[in-house]
């Protein structure tokens, strides 16, 4: 019979109790004493993942996907390769250690332990994050240098291994592959190759897996993605040497592959010297039949085939999948393993918890918990016995008419967004000039000094803010109470920034959740969880929209906001949208019609809400596409025509203003360099970039490109709490104009301040203003002295 297992489960908690655990200990000063709270957190998230994948019925217990911050973080420190630069001894790494790595050190007091230990990790900036292939998770990125060692790390996924085994044997620990973990890392210091580190990687690859192996574990799932890139020749042949040393020393491997079709890879895995393969049958449903072939010639090796989405929040369609996995299971007998396409730590962790949700939209979706259980009917379903019993024929019952409701629902179809749709033309996605009249049109307005300063939307969310949200929420405030609380952050907002002296003001965004929740609640065809939580990355949550139907715009969305804070100042205010593909990314997109066509609603949706800006005088408009690279799809081969739809969406949004109405985008925290002619083609006016932790190496591709419009490369990152210098960010605006001239460059943070104090704030805002004006006064003097 077959088997039936999940790749990963959410690290979270139902109630996001990592999270809250996790700041506590931050906040507190990551002293050891207040440790063991912060473990006790972990641990009960551990035995309710456990308990989860038993009460569904699993043959196999996924453990080894819980991680403090995050996974590819996690498995440098437990192969003790965390960067040099820190100089944390290999063999006796911290949590606080690790969260050191993960978030930076000012060096300021705020890390009582490093300070006191006069660790080398203080002053150090926190490691660089990007995106997790093309999901919305962040990762941070390993270093590799000439001084990159490997050695005993944590013990953490041992200790995790131990409790699971406590209750029970077909225990499943997960592991970052070697390659993937050298892939997706970054080149430092001079070296020119990281492959060259794998053999001594493999060290201690061998010590885990050798370790794992004495613990009692027989299965072990190893994780390479990569194999769904188009990955270079030298890396596709170092798996076979990498895992024939692996294996003999190893429990039985399952090397898991997802996100992506690897057809092309099918005689090399079958070849590898590993127990078994998993496929994502889900993104990827062409590859089965190339795997087939090669596994019926194979009587020992197990086929994992993902037919449960864990990147989406809809039913499986139990009698589609059933019949995909049919012929596998009786060609493969117990070798064939029903999972989930990847880890379902990319949905939310339970439907239970969603009391409040539209009755109709809820029968229709599927959380991490009820994945679980659609995974072991499955399993159960291809038995001819156990596809009998009454319960089985009941649920499959069940799951038919959920989707005929689906599909036949009229609130689906909305046939005014069809029809304007339909009407679109070429002309509606081209402004009515070129950039460099449109320049000239808002400068003379604008009247900006150079090196004009701003920030990227959002200021601090306070606890206050929060609160008032909430008691809104629950009808504990009124809506004239929470108009005027709201009223009065925004005039908080608007002093402080006209007191660090900045040029170009924002709202800051007292009165929104989330950039895509937000607006997820005012547009038709989305809907909003109470508590579909997931992980973006360390301790930030995102809790994604659920994209049903057509999307309508019923009334102005931010107008009103945005108008009053342009009352309270002469200084221009943005006005604050996110924009079409990031809409589309970072929510729980319908699969029923293609994502390109759902991208065009919400920018039909969008241009009507440019319009209401700049109808009500707030004439400087920022649209944000964050997510627009992460949309980008694994192989070349598929580049351009998402990239066709990707920046008409955009343009579509933003081209109906006049001239002197000035669009910005921001994009942050992914890799731009090659597909900087479709940013270009975007056409926004002025576009801002996260720099900082890449220390503006994303710029030389911008000037190599000859990046034609205005920049606004981060000079400050938010995503540490660390407060920097007014030299450093000096520093950085010097590097910025080697590559891009004086009168292009803005000055900004690297993304938004949401998850930042003001105290914080205040010291970075400051520091960035002064850099600015200092510079600014170089310039002038080189100016000066030049006439």
């Known amino acids: 019979m077959a088997q039936a297992h999940v790749l990963g489960l959410p690290r979270i908690g139902a109630q996001r109790e990592l999270k809250f655990a996790v700041e506590a200990f931050w906040h507190g000063g990551m002293r050891a004493c207040d440790e063991p709270a912060l473990q006790d957190t972990g641990r009960s998230i551990r035995a309710a993942n456990r308990r989860a994948q038993r009460d569904a019925g699993l043959d196999w217990i996924t453990v080894g996907d819980f991680?403090?911050?995050?996974?590819?973080?996690?498995?440098?420190?437990?192969?003790?390769?965390?960067?040099?630069?820190?100089?944390?001894?290999?063999?006796?790494?911290?949590?606080?250690?690790?969260?050191v790595a993960a978030r930076g050190h000012a060096g300021n007091g705020t890390d009582q332990r490093a300070d006191q230990s006069g660790?080398?990790?203080?002053?150090?900036?926190?490691?660089e994050m990007t995106k997790w292939f093309d999901t919305n998770y962040h990762y941070l990125v390993p270093e590799y240098s000439p001084q990159t060692r490997f050695g005993e790390g944590t013990d953490w996924l041992f200790e995790e291994v131990a409790e699971a085994l406590a209750e029970g044997p077909n225990v499943k620990p997960v592991l970052l592959g070697p390659l993937s973990l050298l892939y997706l890392g970054k080149e430092k210091g001079g070296l020119t190759d990281r492959l060259t580190l794998l053999p001594e990687?493999?060290?201690?690859?061998?010590?885990?897996?050798?370790?794992?192996?004495?613990q009692g574990v027989t299965?072990?799932?190893?994780?390479?993605?990569?194999?769904?890139?188009?990955?270079?020749?030298?890396?596709?042949?170092?798996?076979?040497p990498a895992y024939a040393r692996l294996s003999p020393v190893a429990p039985s491997l399952l090397l898991a592959t997802y996100f992506g079709d690897v057809s092309e890879h099918a005689d090399l895995l079958a070849s590898l010297p590993v127990a078994g393969v998993h496929l994502d049958a889900v993104r990827a449903p062409q590859a089965l039949e190339a795997f087939a072939s090669r596994w019926s010639s194979h009587h020992d090796k197990v086929l994992s085939v993902g037919v449960v989405d864990g990147r989406n929040v809809w039913r499986t369609d139990l009698a589609r999948a059933r019949a995909q996995l049919a012929p596998l299971a009786q060609a493969l007998g117990n070798r064939l393993w029903v999972a989930s396409s990847c880890s379902l730590m990319h949905c939310p962790v339970d439907l239970a918890n969603e009391g409040q949700l539209d009755k109709e939209v809820r029968t229709w979706l599927a959380f991490a918990v009820q994945k679980l259980g659609e995974v072991a009917l499955l399993r159960c379903s291809l038995d001819a016995a156990e596809f009998l019993r009454a319960d089985v024929q009941e649920a499959f019952v069940a799951d038919a008419a959920a989707q005929a409701a689906r599909r036949t629902s009229p609130r689906i179809h909305n046939t005014v967004v069809q029809k304007r749709l339909a009407a679109l033309t070429e002309a509606d996605a081209r402004r009515a000039s070129a950039y460099p009249a449109r320049a000239r049109a808002q400068r003379a307005w604008l009247k900006l000094p150079p090196l004009p300063t701003t920030t990227i939307g959002s200021f601090p969310q306070t606890a206050a803010i929060r609160a008032a949200r909430a008691e809104f929420r629950r009808h504990a405030m009124s809506h004239l109470d929470y108009l005027e609380t709201m009223r009065a952050q925004i005039r908080l907002a608007i002093e402080k920034q006209e007191a660090y002296g900045l040029d170009v003001l924002v709202h800051g965004e007292a009165e929104r959740n989330d950039m895509v929740e937000y607006f997820g609640e005012l547009l038709w065809g989305f809907v909003?969880?109470?508590?579909?939580?997931?992980?973006?990355?360390?301790?930030?949550?995102?809790?994604?929209?659920?994209?049903?139907?057509?999307?309508?715009?019923?009334?102005p969305m931010t107008v009103a906001w945005s108008a009053y804070a342009q009352q309270l100042t002469d200084k221009p205010v943005k006005g604050m949208l996110t924009g079409p593909v990031t809409m589309l990314q970072w929510s729980f997109v319908r699969d029923d019609q293609p994502r390109e066509q759902t991208a065009l609603q919400i920018a039909l949706a969008l241009r009507e809400e440019v319009a209401a800006l700049e109808k009500a005088g707030v004439r400087v408009i920022q649209i944000d596409e964050p997510a627009l690279r992460e949309g980008l799809p694994l192989r070349e081969r598929d580049w351009p025509s998402y990239l066709e739809w990707a920046v008409r969406a955009f343009r579509v949004c933003s081209s109906g203003v006049a001239d002197d109405t000035q669009i910005h985008t921001h994009m942050c925290y992914s890799e731009f360099h090659d597909i900087l002619p479709s940013i270009a083609a975007l056409d926004a006016d002025v576009i801002s970039i996260e720099t900082t932790r890449s220390d503006m190496e994303l710029l030389d591709a911008f000037e190599a490109f000859e990046y034609p419009n205005d920049i606004g490369p981060g000079v400050y990152d938010i995503h540490s709490p660390r407060v920097p210098s007014q030299a450093e960010m000096e520093r950085l605006i010097e590097a910025a104009l080697v590559r891009i001239p004086s009168e292009r460059l803005w000055i900004n943070p690297d993304c938004g301040l949401k998850t930042r104090d003001w105290t914080q704030v205040d010291g970075a805002l400051t520091h960035m203003v002064a850099a600015a004006n200092a510079v600014r006064a170089r310039l002038v003097r080189q100016q000066a002295q030049a006439a």
């Not at 660790?119 to 490691?127: F, G, H, Y």
Request: proline share 7%; glycine share 6%.
């Open 119 to 127: 660790n080398q990790s203080a002053n150090q900036s926190a490691m």
């Open 219 to 240: 299965w072990v799932q190893i994780d390479e993605p990569i194999l769904a890139l188009d990955l270079p020749a030298p890396w596709r042949e170092a798996f076979a």
């Open 67 to 99: 991680h403090w911050y995050d996974h590819v973080l996690s498995t440098l420190a437990l192969v003790g390769g965390l960067p040099a630069r820190f100089g944390f001894a290999a063999a006796t790494r911290s949590l606080a250690d690790y969260f």
């Open 201 to 214: 990687l493999l060290v201690q690859y061998t010590r885990v897996l050798g370790r794992l192996k004495a």
């Open 528 to 555: 909003i969880t109470a508590n579909g939580w997931v992980q973006s990355y360390g301790s930030r949550c995102v809790k994604p929209p659920v994209i049903y139907g057509d999307v309508y715009l019923p009334e």
